[in-house]
């Protein structure tokens, strides 16, 4: 099992403020992925990053992936209620091998 | 609606039944996965089928026995199971790909376990 820890595990916000979420590694993945889950629902894939050092943006979310793709972060700006929900890191170790952070959860208050 | 299609979304079940859960994809994927989320745990990755076959096997019991006819069609059979099973299953499917690879989950099925 390849061991991905991401900080914090709760956020909880006002409306408007900037955050930052982070999913370390030991080890060296293919690619990586952001997702978020709603309550009752299934993970939903935000983004994939592959090449080390690669900042991806999508609206108000940008997403790092380090230099040595053993790591990544989320930054969400003037996050939003809508923004709510459990964050998850998953690293691509190998071929069709998909290994999940814990997961943060984010929690934006109006 | 994320094309990945998963059934029963609730199940309970005394440690002595035997029951099974469906996943079904309609995005022309060739890797199916399951994937158990219990409470503070991060996702734990059960079984990989690639191409109709089994790829993965996270160590998982025996009691847990996964089936997949078709790249279209994963199952998860499950007897005599434990109350410390009860969780939510989660079933994705992918594209065998070169790099960048996604995973495209169902909504779950929550298991209690009695």
């Known amino acids: 099992t390849q061991l991905l820890e991401q900080s914090p595990q709760f956020l909880s916000i006002q409306e408007g403020e900037n955050l930052t979420v982070y999913c370390n590694s030991s080890?060296?993945?293919?690619?990586l992925q952001w997702y978020r889950q709603e309550p009752g629902e299934g993970p939903v894939l935000l983004v994939t990053?592959?090449?080390?050092?690669e900042v991806k943006k999508l609206k108000r979310l940008t997403f790092q992936f380090g230099d040595a793709r053993k790591d990544s972060s989320l930054h969400i700006t003037a996050a939003q209620p809508g923004d709510t929900g459990l964050y998850l890191c998953?690293?691509?170790?190998?071929?069709?091998?998909?290994?999940f952070g814990s997961g943060t959860k984010l929690n934006v208050k109006p | 609606e994320t094309g990945v299609t998963q059934t029963p979304r609730h199940l309970v079940m005394g440690m002595t039944n035997k029951k099974s859960l469906k996943c079904e994809q309609h995005?022309?994927?060739?890797?199916m996965y399951w994937y158990k989320q219990s409470a503070k745990k991060p996702l734990e990755l059960m079984f990989v089928?690639?191409?109709?076959?089994?790829?993965e096997n996270n160590s998982v019991p025996s009691r847990f026995s996964p089936e997949c006819p078709n790249s279209s069609h994963l199952f998860l059979h499950l007897h005599t199971l434990q109350p410390e099973d009860s969780a939510l299953y989660l079933c994705?499917?992918?594209?065998?790909?070169?790099?960048?690879?996604?995973?495209?989950f169902g909504e779950g099925s929550r298991l209690t376990v009695l």
């Open positions: 994705a499917s992918s594209q065998d790909h070169v790099s960048g690879g996604e995973l495209f």
């Open positions: 080890s060296v993945f293919s690619s």
């Open positions: 990053v592959v090449t080390g050092g």
């Open positions: 998953a690293g691509e170790y190998n071929f069709n091998k998909f290994y």
């Open positions: 995005l022309g994927h060739n890797a």
């Open positions: 089928y690639s191409l109709e076959e089994r790829v």
